[in-house]
């Protein structure tokens, strides 16, 4: 049976309009007004905005870290993004293995049989030779078009600049995206060796370590490397002022530059980590100050940063105390790891689900942003860059029907009970909320309903994806 949403508010990234839309199969066939109704499934969707579906580009499910794993999967965080709204993810695959495939291979192995969202995945190159540059050309044949390199973590995951500069030249030939992580890996390093040896052991120090200015510095090492490559690139997390300026910078002399920044560093600053369980608030890189909160605002509402995605990666705070997750008690170790050592906590905050009601409440409900620019931001400009363009992050006659019916006018005190990530805690506790997804389709089938859950692991497709585009 086909189904109909009647009577909705449309918004797209440039309009907002009242129409019915007729889905058949998994797909959006007609757009429309007074559709006929009959023989149909009706949602009735008076009061409400139809918004596509969100486009979270930047998770990490199950990922190893810190002798943890991060607590979402990637069924509990694909559940989590689909209450929240969002029904498309890219996780991020680790260079653990050789060749490249068998990385891919592997991580498609834990992601499908769990998936309950669609899903596509980013490429880490975090070691480079002369085998790994050729294996490159198997990315975009499997639909990543996108990979990721890192200017910290020495010594795991960083490239020296001229194995970026190689990343890039490679990533140009064959079409793709060039994500990077912007921090001075030297620098952090040296500055932790210092603070250890002065006894300065916590979770402020994680900030206080990584300084501002190395991602300033990175980002404009980046654009240049990207402008004597031609390569296209995209900073990843942005959380400091001078990065917007970067940016706007490499964008005024004609760079192939973009990039993305997450609620938490439009909410959060240093101050955050020094509360007494301040390690809830460590994530690479930190929380800054508000002055880089207000200028990453200005930076999403002109439009010098194209996405707002969530660099999900969630812990428990506690991990030696279990909680209830479908009917069953789960415990994985988490910040407590680094209790007295903030080098030890593991790096990573929840968001995937918190990403769309917080954003609308703080971000449209204030003012910052229009309704259009909100669906840009988190659903049609990542779906642009990444690839996914129109299939996702559009309501078009085509388009997959992936959909969340908001209800504007909903009020919710948010916290962790609310949020469906697995884990302890909540950055939004107690935050009040307006605005909030009802009901979320995935491919014309309803996953959530209001409260209810109806998404199943195995459920969601990989999404081969098309080169990335320039926005
Ligand atoms: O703290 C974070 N963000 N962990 C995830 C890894 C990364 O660099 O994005
Ligand atoms: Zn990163
Ligand atoms: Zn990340």
Not at 32 to 43: E, M, R, Y
Not at 284 to 292: G, T
Not at 298 to 315: L, M, N, W
């Amino acid at each position: 049976m086909a189904t109909i949403i009647k009577n909705g508010l449309i918004i797209t990234d440039s309009e907002s309009y009242q129409a019915d839309i007729l889905i058949e199969g998994e797909k959006i066939s007609l757009i429309g007004k007074d559709l006929n109704t009959s023989g149909q499934h009706v949602i009735d969707a008076t009061g409400k905005y139809v918004l596509p579906g969100g486009v979270d580009v930047h998770v990490h499910l199950d990922l190893p870290m810190f002798g943890t794993v991060s607590s979402d999967d990637h069924y509990t965080g694909m559940k989590a993004a689909a209450f929240g709204g969002t029904t498309s993810v890219i996780d991020f695959i680790p260079q653990d293995l050789s060749p490249l495939r068998a990385n891919i291979e592997a991580w498609q192995a834990k992601a499908a049989p769990k998936a309950a969202v669609d899903y596509g995945f980013h490429m880490n190159i975090t070691r480079l030779n002369e085998q790994v540059k050729k294996e490159m050309a198997v990315l975009p044949e499997e639909g990543i078009t996108s990979v990721k390199v890192f200017t910290a973590y020495n010594g795991r995951l960083r490239l020296q600049d001229g194995e970026i500069f190689q990343v890039m030249r490679v990533a140009r030939e064959l079409g793709i995206l060039t994500m990077m992580h912007a921090e001075n890996g030297d620098v952090i390093d040296l500055l932790i060796a210092e603070a250890l040896a002065q006894g300065k052991h916590s979770p402020e120090w994680h900030a206080r370590t990584r300084p501002s200015w190395g991602a300033v510095e990175s980002v404009l090492r980046g654009e240049a490397l990207a402008a004597q490559t031609d390569a296209m690139l995209y900073i990843v997390h942005m959380n400091v002022a001078g990065e917007v300026d970067q940016l706007e910078y490499g964008r005024s002399k004609g760079l192939h530059v973009m990039g993305e920044t997450c609620p938490q560093y439009l909410f959060f600053t240093e101050e955050d980590l020094k509360r007494p369980d301040g390690s809830k608030w460590i994530c690479s890189p930190p929380m800054r100050a508000i002055e880089d909160n207000q200028r990453l605002w200005e930076g999403i509402s002109k439009g010098s940063i194209q996405v707002v995605s969530t660099d999900h990666c969630p812990f428990y705070f506690n991990g030696a105390q279990p909680i209830e997750y479908e009917g069953k008690m789960v415990a994985i170790p988490g910040k407590e790891l680094g209790k007295g050592d903030f080098t030890q906590i593991p790096n990573g905050l929840p968001g995937v689900g918190d990403r769309m009601p917080v954003m609308w409440s703080y971000g449209v409900n204030t003012g910052k942003l229009s309704m259009q620019q909100f669906v840009a931001l988190h659903c049609t400009n990542p779906a642009k860059v990444f690839g996914l363009y129109p299939r996702k992050g559009a309501i078009l006659p085509g388009s997959d029907a992936d959909i969340a019916i908001w209800d504007p006018q909903k009020e919710v005190r948010y916290g962790v009970k609310v949020a469906q990530h697995r884990t302890d805690y909540n950055l939004y506790e107690d935050w009040m909320l307006k605005g909030f997804p009802e009901t979320v389709l995935l491919r014309g089938e309803v996953i959530v309903n209001g409260k209810e859950w109806l998404g199943k692991p195995g459920k969601g497709q990989y999404l081969k994806r098309s080169l990335p585009k320039m926005l």
